[in-house]
């Protein structure tokens, strides 16, 4: 869902007055970003200076000067987005042969509009890599078609190429200071001048990099190398971005940063992007994707019809300390239809008509020891199994 | 270091390309190092025997400073490229221009010139310095005036030998030699000869028209014709000059050399050979004892090293009246070590060198060389070609890592060795061909680099993988000007060979097209690779952007 820049200032506020001080602060730097305007980059870098050297968490005496933040950008009027929900990268039919036919990606369909986050899952080896280096027109396809809708009126091919990013699970090593790399990724995208200055320091405090805004690249941890790249990738201006594996090597917390941060930049009320990224952080991926591709053996879900065997029937994952053999009994008269232990959890497979919730009260009446339970009937957990 | 962030971050924010490129920081630190350059070249020349020691301005390259130079282009230039390669727009696929890169190519191309081209602020150092020190006219003045006294430092008794006289008319003349054995082989006994001490002597000019027709194939020195056998004697123009007999004799009169040629015209040579003749004809005994001692104040001044005095060179060479040899002045002190040689005659007995009196002229010449050069020729445009494209090919090697990678450049360097030794084995198995071997040489490097612009062409037209594009265009990069020179030389051949078919004997012809090549050929060279690397520099960017 994208939200209109009045909607956003309004959340930003709220997020800080009820303590999510980090949510409230990347929302309102958005905010701020979304104006394109130097008064009020400077006005948010002198609130900037302040936020950062804050040291206590309970940021809330800094409320008033957010405020005052939020009233300056709420007085610059933001026209939304044209073309938003028009079809950005189509694909239709895309194959990719490897090792003379031995891997066969595709057919595979993607219908990607601006704004749209779709999220890309399936064991290691199975064309992940390949469908997105397909789509960021790294490698050529073997057959089907690519079309590319960008805004963009040039016709130079590399030109065009450049409102693709595509960032690699490695991502690039970069010399010298963070600062200076961020600088140059921008001054070749027209913003020269203090407007360079100013709109770099914006970025980096909206990435939570202010800190290490100094230091060189090669002293930044995993974490914040991401947080760089999308740094970089954002001043770019992209209307497309492909990720592999972002999530990758990052712990809990950063994925969650990161995943969020992903969210807002695709939902932008100004600048929305077309997304698409492959990660093995099922859940996270499914939260906020709009869609998501699941492949196997080079083949998307919907080819493969797993869908269709298993008649939207109710599906669970169960992590538990009782026996199989327990967990069948209680079930057993309840319409469960198959039971597969794989990875320390269960899965359960219920006939349709019976629902999470006439679930847990089994569970409960039986005093079954739950640690963790999961309706995995839309989500791909499903398809991951022996 | 603050002064240097700020200008830093200027030029990051404003202009990408010239921060990259570390533009300013090289033109500062090279003008540095220009400066230094000028500073050595300046004070090479301290002393006059510095000037000695070098022919035309070659000290450069002669003494240390050409080391310097590279030691500290390397380092400089290695620094800088650490700097240079940190940020690459190209390869981020940041918005980058169309004539972006083709901008980048030049600034690095002007960077790797002022880097390694230190030699001509050497070279502007000394010649200032010699400027300052000298004043030509003066310098003008007393080459002249030793060039009068020449003919008595009587050291090389060739000089003068009657082979040697150019004047009065008509000499200079050709001399056939002969004794008693071979006079019917040596001397056309039906013209004039001289029989001088027992020997015969016949004095001609070679007839060109003659000379000609006797000889299509090669030039033919004629005193290794007089060793041949057989003697064609119609070429011959016989002169009679036995008023000059006695000059046979190594005499003052037939001494007809420059001492020092620097700066001296046909108009002044020929002004010292009237004035050697008076001088001798007048037998004025205070006017060579002038002469004697301008020489010997000006080789006090130019340091000459010598033990002579007017009276004691007065009485070795004053052998009126016909200025007979009696006696060789030795060209270093001979006290220490006989060295003094002399070019032993062809046709008189060797005379003897001095027991004690010496003029250790060394390089003299050089000095005067040297001075002239600086005021008079600068610099010579062929230098400025070798820095130029030494330069070329430096700044695109590294363009093409700049624009493509590492892998590229490995697989370009063997794919190139290959060519080479393609090449290489053509040559020999072309041998038998019957086309002669420069000519064959020429038409082969134009069909191989052809052969590499065709292949560049038609991967990027058939869709062929991309590395093998971009080291097909690595290679074409230089196979171009290749192609355009091996293209003009087999033209030059051809146009040559055509006119040789219809006037056999016009070795030295030059078509229209030889002529402009040889003017105008470097710059055209230079044009074409420049128009190469523009054509590269636009099509990298739409290869960049086709998937693999």
Redesign the interface.
């Known amino acids: 869902m994208i939200q209109t820049q009045e909607q956003l200032i309004e959340n930003a506020l709220l997020y800080f007055k009820r303590g999510d001080f980090s949510l409230g602060y990347r929302t309102l730097l958005d905010t701020a970003l979304n104006t394109d305007s130097e008064e009020i980059f400077k006005k948010l870098l002198a609130f900037i200076e302040i936020y950062e050297k804050e040291s206590s968490e309970d940021k809330s005496s800094l409320l008033s000067s957010f405020q005052e933040c939020a009233t300056e950008i709420s007085k610059i009027k933001i026209e939304p987005q044209s073309g938003l929900g028009e079809t950005i990268l189509k694909a239709e039919k895309i194959t990719k042969n490897y090792n003379k036919g031995r891997f066969i990606l595709g057919p595979v369909d993607v219908d990607l509009k601006k704004g749209d986050i779709f999220g890309l899952v399936g064991e290691n080896g199975n064309g992940k890599t390949t469908l997105l280096t397909?789509l960021a027109?790294?490698?050529?396809?073997t057959s089907g078609r690519l079309i590319y809708s960008f805004s963009s009126d040039k016709k130079?091919?590399?030109?065009?190429?450049?409102k693709l990013v595509y960032i690699p699970q490695r991502t690039?090593v970069w010399?010298?200071k963070v600062l200076?790399?961020l600088?140059?990724?921008l001054?070749?995208?027209?913003v020269?001048?203090?407007k360079?200055?100013l709109l770099v320091l914006m970025m980096v405090a909206r990435f939570g990099l202010w800190k290490y805004k100094d230091l060189k690249w090669s002293e930044l941890s995993s974490g914040y190398k991401m947080r760089f790249e999308l740094a970089r990738t954002m001043l770019?201006k992209p209307e497309i971005i492909l990720l592999d594996e972002p999530l990758a090597n990052l712990d809990i917390l950063a994925q969650q940063i990161i995943l969020e941060d992903l969210k807002m930049m695709s939902k932008s009320a100004v600048n929305p992007i077309a997304m698409v990224f492959s990660s093995q952080q099922l859940y996270e991926v499914e939260k906020i994707s709009d869609k998501v591709i699941y492949l196997r053996n080079g083949k998307p879900s919907d080819q493969l019809n797993l869908e269709e065997k298993e008649n939207n029937a109710l599906i669970i994952e169960l992590d538990s300390e009782n026996e199989r053999t327990e967990i069948e009994q209680v079930f057993v008269n309840n319409e469960l239809q198959k039971l597969e232990f794989n990875g320390g959890v269960y899965i359960l497979y219920f006939t349709k008509g019976i629902s999470l919730n006439d679930v847990l009260i089994i569970i409960a009446k039986n005093d079954l020891k739950v640690q963790y339970i999961r309706d995995i009937s839309k989500s791909t957990r499903r398809f991951f199994v022996y | 270091m603050n002064f240097i962030n700020k200008i830093n971050k200027y030029l990051l924010e404003n202009y990408p390309l010239i921060w990259n490129t570390r533009l300013v920081w090289m033109l500062g630190v090279t003008f540095l190092v220009h400066i230094l350059f000028f500073i050595i070249g300046y004070s090479a020349a301290n002393e006059l025997n510095d000037l000695k020691d070098h022919y035309n301005l070659s000290s450069f390259y002669e003494d240390n400073a050409v080391y310097y130079n590279v030691l500290i282009s390397i380092f400089i230039l290695l620094i800088w490229i650490v700097f240079y390669l940190r940020n690459n727009a190209f390869k981020n696929i940041y918005q980058v221009s169309k004539g972006f890169l083709f901008k980048q190519f030049l600034l690095i191309l002007i960077i790797f010139f002022l880097s390694i081209s230190q030699y001509f602020s050497f070279k502007q150092g000394l010649v200032t310095k010699i400027k300052s020190d000298f004043d030509w006219e003066q310098i003008d003045a007393d080459i002249k005036t030793f060039n009068k006294s020449g003919l008595f430092l009587v050291q090389n008794q060739a000089d003068y030998q009657i082979t040697e006289k150019k004047y009065p008319e008509p000499f200079p003349l050709e001399v056939a030699y002969a004794d008693k054995n071979n006079f019917e082989d040596n001397i056309d006994s039906t013209r004039a000869y001289i029989k001088f001490e027992g020997s015969y002597y016949q004095f001609y000019k070679i007839n060109p028209k003659f000379y000609q027709d006797k000889n299509e194939d090669f030039y033919v020195d004629e005193r290794v014709f007089l060793e041949d056998v057989e003697v064609d004697f119609s070429i011959r123009d016989v002169k009679d000059v036995s008023a000059f007999k006695e000059f046979i004799k190594p005499s003052l009169f037939n001494y007809s050399k420059e001492l020092f040629h620097s700066g001296q015209d046909s108009l002044a040579y020929e002004d010292q050979l009237k004035n050697h003749q008076k001088i001798l004809e007048n037998k004025d005994e205070s006017e060579i004892k002038i002469a004697l001692k301008n020489f010997l104040e000006l080789a006090d001044k130019y340091e000459i090293s010598h033990n002579l005095d007017v009276d004691r060179w007065f009485e070795l060479i004053n052998y009126q009246p016909n200025y007979f040899l009696k006696e060789l002045i030795n060209t270093s002190p001979p006290n220490a070590y006989r060295t003094s040689s002399s070019t032993k005659s062809r046709y008189y007995d060797d005379i003897p060198f001095s027991e004690t009196l010496y003029v250790e002229l060394k390089n003299t010449n050089y000095l005067f060389s040297n001075i002239h050069e600086a005021y008079f020729i600068n610099s010579k445009i062929e230098v400025l070609f070798v820095y130029l494209y030494c330069a070329f090919i430096l700044a695109l090697l590294l363009f093409i890592f700049k624009t493509t990678n590492l892998k590229n450049i490995i697989l370009a360097i063997v794919a190139s060795l290959v060519l080479i030794i393609l090449i290489v084995w053509l040559m020999s198995a072309t041998k038998n061909l019957s086309i002669n071997s420069e000519y064959r040489a020429y038409i082969l490097m134009t069909f191989m680099s052809f052969l590499v612009l065709l292949i560049s062409f038609v991967s990027y037209q058939l869709y062929w993988k991309k590395i093998v594009i971009s080291i097909s265009w690595s290679l074409a990069l230089f196979a171009s000007p290749i192609f355009f020179l091996f293209s003009c030389l087999t033209i030059i051949r051809y146009l040559h060979q055509q006119h040789l078919d219809l006037y056999p004997k016009e070795y030295d012809y030059q078509s229209d097209f030889e002529i402009w090549f040889s003017k105008f050929g470097f710059w055209a060279i230079l044009l074409i690779s420049f128009l190469t690397v523009y054509l590269y520099s636009v099509y990298i960017r739409k290869l960049k952007a086709r998937p693999a």
């Open positions: 397909v027109s790294i490698i050529k396809e130079d091919s590399y030109e065009l190429l450049s690039a010399y010298g200076d790399n600088k140059f990724a001054v070749h995208h027209h020269k001048g203090e360079n200055d770019r």
